[in-house]
């Protein structure tokens, strides 16, 4: 099998264009100009970067990702002993019970005198929510955390550790110095119809995912688009992209960006709050890449830069 590493370094070979040089502060053009930036600008610029630094490394942080099984239909035995197919951190029972897949249904049969909760409350055993229902239910039992989430056809269990290695030698992410320029105002060009981009992960599939339109906008006098998808139950656009720096100082495979909705036709773009996807931070997570679309032929030197060797 391909390793995940080659596939995003394949699915890069179309950024071949030379890099292009740091842009200029934007001149003041409908779509070059940059918004009023409060005078806090680049306070509240650290202050949302403290705040995500917070979540990611929170008990329930991607930084606490330390596990995922896929579930073949039938039985899987789990626990902390090594003969068991999906494997529990050591501080976890060495039985903890059997998940048993029935086509879209996994339940949970728990060993005698096993104690864990679901939404803090003692649970006993049976049925278990994925992540395609809204919040999985998530078993709890110490540090250790686990819940179902379904990726096309597959259920897989999600591992979480709050001692994980991960989260306890974490020291932050560097970013790029806070800059007005790169916090840009575009034009919204709403679809007309149904839109659908296909969205690849970094598992080799390719979702099909609701867009609004496209967002325009100006770098240097050079005119560029972004297509965001839309999230069940968001009030913002979500966009996954590319950019020239993915070669040497951001992650390789993209980062994430969300903004608010359009106001009056236009789509505030803070390219200062652009961060990493969870695959940047752990093996375990199935992050979409940027569509083909949404891969810029600029340097965005803005945001979080490239974390340890990804």
């Known amino acids: 099998m391909m390793r995940r590493d080659s596939l995003i370094a394949l699915l890069w070979l179309g950024l071949a264009a030379p890099a292009l040089a740091a842009p200029p502060a934007p001149a003041k053009t409908m779509t070059e ?134 989260r306890k030698g974490f020291h932050g992410i560097p970013t790029y110095a806070p800059s007005a320029a790169w916090r840009l105002e575009g034009r919204f060009e709403p679809a007309t119809t149904g839109k659908k981009i296909a969205v690849p992960n970094v598992l080799g599939e390719v979702e099909d995912m609701v867009s609004p339109g496209t967002v325009v906008f100006t770098v240097g006098g050079q005119e560029y688009r972004l297509s965001p998808v839309e999230e069940p139950g968001s009030n913002q656009f979500f966009f996954i992209f590319g950019d020239l720096t993915n070669r040497d100082e951001t992650y390789g495979a993209g980062r994430f960006l969300y903004t608010d909705l359009p106001k009056d036709g236009k789509v505030v773009m803070d390219f200062n709050r652009a961060y990493n996807p969870p695959c940047a931070f752990t093996p375990f997570a199935t992050c979409p890449l940027p569509p083909p679309q949404n891969k810029l032929k600029v340097r965005v030197e803005a945001g979080e830069k490239r974390f340890g060797d990804h």
């Open 33 to 166: 100009k940059s918004p009023s930036a409060p005078a806090s600008f680049e306070a509240e610029t650290r202050a949302w970067h403290a705040g995500r630094i917070a979540r990611l490394s929170s008990e329930d942080g991607w930084l606490s990702l330390v596990g995922l099984h896929w579930l073949e239909e039938g039985e899987t035995r789990l626990g902390s002993a090594p003969d068991n197919a999906l494997l529990l951190p050591a501080s976890a029972p060495a039985r903890l019970g059997t998940l048993t897949r029935k086509a879209d249904t996994v339940s949970l049969a728990l060993q005698p005198g096993v104690s864990v909760t679901v939404g803090g409350k003692p649970f006993q055993g049976g049925v278990l929510r994925t992540d395609a229902e809204g919040s999985p239910d998530t078993v709890a039992l110490g540090t250790v955390r686990f819940f179902l989430i379904r990726r096309g056809d597959r259920l897989g269990v999600r591992v979480k550790d709050a001692e994980a290695p991960t």
